[in-house]
């Protein structure tokens, strides 16, 4: 299955941001325009490399692909190991498909410009590497390192309380990720022991049935640290703060992909690797999903800036997400993953737009505007569609994301998913009162009487993410039938071990009906 | 089964005519934009009416476009189907909406947004049919929340009044709750069925599973959906957005109450009858639910005094008949209402849009009075609806609520169908006491409304005729037994089965002779008070009984009160007291406990060489310690 290659593809993948990001140090920094150029050109081939990779990809197959095994520290047993499935490609391709336009997104950024693309780039290789990496310590560098580029775009081009927002964004984090660590040494000794083999590769890992007890522990420290990132209820308050201080871009980011680590995580490290246990606790996890999907949408729904409010929704929306994990069955899972790209796309569109509007008023306060469809049309219908694909209109992405979510949810927890089902009121509740603040109504402020609507740049920022927002809704089956192979074998790994419980049942065989013509 | 890759363009032409406007629009013009969006419909209609015309006997066309989401066992295609229940409602939806879409080329010329009008407009025809021609639950789902966005668009159409907005977002928001209740049964349905290995949404394949369900399943799947109708159709306790919707243009109150959205409810129930049939539990509460509020919403629109409010309640009231014959299990009839009802709805609606236009955007009925003269089309077509609707003999109205109340008398529900009696002479009044108001009397406009007054051009008023024809001949499909015997049911036999008939025929004349007295009285009590020469039409009439119905029973009041207050109360508790402050300051807690914590650590990192040694073989002992623990 996983054949030994030494660097290919992927790490080529990992590799472009940095060379930009090289380049960048050689160029003047007065020349922002070139910068801009050389910046923007390097996640663009970035993304037209994942192209090439997801051209290759084998979406009937549910091992792992283009993998790249090279010993890093062979004394401890540690590996550069990369290797790519249907779960991950989806996500690496989300996140190099929006780097281009955060970038072009980021044209108002006026001060060090340099520095904040090459962090930029930096941070677009600590995502795809944490996406790619087999390895659990070659992981956890990946995982680290996407702090420190975020950390400064946050602390140095955010609004006025970013150094709060950076630090706390930073605490947060760390204080997850150490116990991972301990974690994660911890597995790999217990793993020596038994095997006599030293190792990181999570794929061998899986191997490893651990007793319960101890899986117990294991799964606390690692799901500690990805709930962070999610954020998952009650750890979010590092995210309200986070996104109002930090750039357009950086909110972009940090909702559209970075928060998607979290929910990787759990799928990817924290649930095959110690099922036992986390099907022991799944009640918890369900629970804390569910008063998140609720929470979040009462406490967007006072909020009066609109960035605070896209932050808390997308704090109800991860809770949606973290559901499907939770149902451990193919609908649950299958309807996460695509809701992650979802959401990737429609508040990381939201954000975009939120900054555009920021750009021209230096506010973000819902009271400031009122009536602009008058003056911005285009806007106005932009967001009016990426208002109802956030809501989960039947037709846009999010629908396909959320109905399946809730599904795979009922079948395994009918109260909780009915409960979980009402944050979809909510959800139309605080986006349509937003949505009614800052467009419809008398164009009272003068302030509001001048403004430009989009022009090109920004058109074609939020073009191609219309485009998939439409495309997702109406056609899903490309995306989703890619996936199912790689759930499916990640849904076995979590529940062929032993102790699994018959309540927890999935269809694995889940061969497709063939009827139609 | 026949099947057919012609039905998909049913809905496709109106979506393609709506991106067309909604790109090129403004480069085509306003006129050519909007006879575009009327000959996407009317090429819909052309196609309906082919494919009503083909359709075998007994038999379904089918059009699989492709699979839409497959996840493991569960998959969901993009598929439609006709059947004959879908036929009738194919013709409604794009007959009506392009009688709809032609009126307003001369309701809409003037106004400088007609362009996204026409859009908002396709889009919602091409929801209607999904709602109608999808082949599973799913797909009558997107239909379902699609009319929803677009009676959101079009209610808000007139954006500038914050008014308009928020009766756009009640509208969706309400619709949403229902939603829930719906999307719930979808679940249970699955769940249910999947548990026994049986994975479908499918009508046809449900109605073979369906003996895989306990009654009790049934019953609470059913109830939920019912739900679900509750929000889309107006029904109690959750009719408050209807009226409301009168915010928007007047052809899209046409539309929403007559030929989409609104019959959306008992569509679907008429959809899943082998699922409602066999839920008597739910039955008897649709029954009771119908008669409700048919019978409320009668009495609130006794006493309004804005054009279109009238009409409105009129809807409910009407849609609340439809849910009564649903819960005899007569959907036949209950479908034979919706068909009528489109008729002389859409017909009063535009009628009311032309009176409107007219006046110059006048909707206050004291206002008006003794059109008659200066509208002639208007008019006559307006009494030809008003007579349908009250139910006067050999109109549409007369044989679809004649049937509705037969179908309860005979299955001995007494109560209710003296609640629809009582509710039937209640809509003969105050549909009189509008037409009085409206076109009868002297005219109480102001003198510059006067001075403008007009009948409306062709286009306004070649469709109000026709409406108008249909409010008298479309009943004539659906006649009695005594008569020429029903066409109708006939039709939709495949569907429902055969309609059994109770009771004697003599029976029947009573009960038929009851309800025309009842509505002979109405008429006459609503022109005794304000059509009789020196009535006072424009006085208030005091009395507690009619302030509470004038105010809608308070029901928004009530709402507001005690659900929506203390709703928002628990939210901003969440807001700003929970979240910055107890959960928040617990990660803040621990950051002051560790600030706390650092300045011992502090002491220890001394510096000390010694100090560390010890520490160290401290620490060292202590870990040979656990392990040895571990190893005995």
Known sequence: MMSAQGFGDLTLLLAIPVIGAALLLFLPRRQSCALFTVALLASAAAFLWSLKIFNRFDGGSGAMQLVERVAWMPAVGIQYLLGIDGISIFLVLLTTFLMPLALLASWSVRDKVKEYLIFMLLLETGMLGAFLALDLVLFYVFWEVMLVPMYFLIGVWGGTRRIYAALKFVLFTMAGSLLMLVAIIYLATRHAQMTQALTFDVMQLYELHLPVEQQFWLFLAFALSFAIKVPLFPFHTWLPDAHVEAPTAGSVILAGVLLKLGTYGFLRFALPLFPDAAIALMPYLIALSVIGIVYGALVAMMQTDIKKLVAYSSVSHLGFVMLGLCALNMQGVQGSLYQMLNHGLSTGALFLLVGMIYDRRHTRLISEFGGLWKQMPLFSALLLVVTFSSIGLPGLNGFVGEFLILLGAFRVTPAWTAVAASGVILGAVYMLWMFRRVIFGPLNNPENQKLQDLNSRELIILTPIIFLIVLMGVYPQPFLSRMQPAVEANLKRILAMPAAPAAVQIEVSGEPKNDGR | ?632
Request: some cysteine.
């Open chain 2, 1 to 632: 089964m026949m099947s057919s890759d012609l039905l998909r363009w049913i809905p496709l032409i109106p979506l393609l005519a709506s991106a067309i406007n909604l790109f090129f629009g403004r480069a085509i013009g306003k006129r050519p934009a909007g006879a575009l969006a009327s000959a996407a419909v009317g090429a819909s209609f052309a196609l309906a009416f082919y494919v009503f015309w083909q359709l075998p006997a007994s038999g379904v066309m089918r059009d699989l476009v492709y699979t839409w989401i497959q996840s493991g066992s569960f998959q969901i295609n993009l598929s439609f189907q006709v059947d004959a229940l879908t036929a009738v409602m194919l013709l409604i939806v794009t007959g009506i909406g392009l009688l709809i879409h032609i009126y307003s080329l001369g309701y809409m010329a003037h106004d400088a947004d007609m362009v996204r009008f026409f859009v908002y407009l396709n889009l919602f025809i091409f929801f209607m049919l999904v709602l109608v021609m999808g082949d599973n639950l799913l797909l009558l789902f997107v239909g379902w929340e699609g009319v929803g966005l677009c009676s959101y668009l079009l209610i808000g159409f007139w954006y500038h009044d914050p008014n308009n907005a928020i009766a756009g977002n009640k509208a969706f928001i309400v619709n949403r709750i229902g939603d829930l209740g719906f999307i719930l049964g979808i679940f249970i349905l699955v769940a249910e069925l999947a548990r026994q290995g049986v994975w479908t949404l499918d009508f046809a394949e449900l109605a073979k599973q369906v003996k895989l369900l306990s009654p009790a399943t049934i019953t609470l799947v059913t109830f939920l959906l019912f739900i679900g109708a509750t929000g889309k159709s107006a029904q109690l306790p959750l009719f408050v957005w209807l009226p409301d919707a009168m915010a928007g243009p007047t052809p899209v109150s046409a539309l929403i109450h007559a030929a989409t959205m609104v019959t959306a409810g008992v569509y679907m129930t008429a959809r899943l009858h082998f699922l409602f049939a066999l839920a008597p539990a739910t039955l008897a509460l649709i029954a009771v639910v119908g008669a409700a509020t048919a019978f409320f919403a009668a009495t609130i629109a006794l006493t309004q005094n804005d054009i279109k409010k009238v009409l409105a309640y009129s809807t409910v009231s009407q849609l609340g008949y439809m849910f009564l014959a649903v819960g005899m299990g007569a959907f036949g009839a209950a479908i034979f209402h919706v068909f009528t009802h489109a008729f002389f709805k859409a017909c009063l609606f535009l009628g009311s849009g032309s009176v409107i236009h007219a006046l110059g955007g006048e909707q206050d009925m004291r206002k008006m009075g003794g059109l008659k003269s200066h509208m002639p089309r208007t008019y006559w077509t307006y009494v030809v609806a008003t007579l349908a609707i009250a139910g006067a003999p050999f109109t549409a109205g007369f044989f679809s609520k004649d049937l509705i109340l037969w179908q309860t008398f005979s299955h001995g529900a007494i109560a209710l169908w003296g609640v629809g009696l009582v509710t039937a002479g209640m809509t003969a009044f105050y549909m009189f006491r509008q037409l009085f108001m409206v076109f009868h009397g002297e005219c109480r406009a102001d003198e510059h409304a006067k001075a403008h007054l007009h009948e409306s051009p062709a286009v306004m008023t070649w469709p109000l005729m026709i409406l108008a024809a249909g409010s008298i001949f479309t009943g004539w499909l659906g006649a009695p037994e005594y008569l020429w015997g029903s066409r109708w049911d006939h039709w939709l036999e495949p569907i429902f089965g055969k309609v059994a008939h109770h009771g004697a025929v003599s029976t029947e004349l009573l009960v038929t002779g009851l309800t025309l007295a009842v509505v002979a009285a109405g008429i006459y009590l609503a022109y005794l008070m304000y059509g009789k020469p020196g009535a006072q039409p424009a006085s208030v009439p005091s009395g507690l009984l009619h302030k509470i119905s004038l105010n809608k029973y308070y029901v928004d009041e009530i709402y507001d009160f005690a659900l929506v207050r203390p709703f928002t109360l628990v939210a901003k508790f969440f807001a700003s007291i929970v979240d910055p402050w107890v959960i928040d300051g617990a990660v803040n807690g621990v950051a002051a406990t560790t600030r706390g914590l650092s300045t011992i650590w502090r002491g220890l990192q001394s510096g000390n060489v010694q100090h560390y040694a010890a520490m160290f073989v401290t620490g060292a002992l202590a870990l040979l310690a656990y392990y040895l623990g571990q190893l005995s």
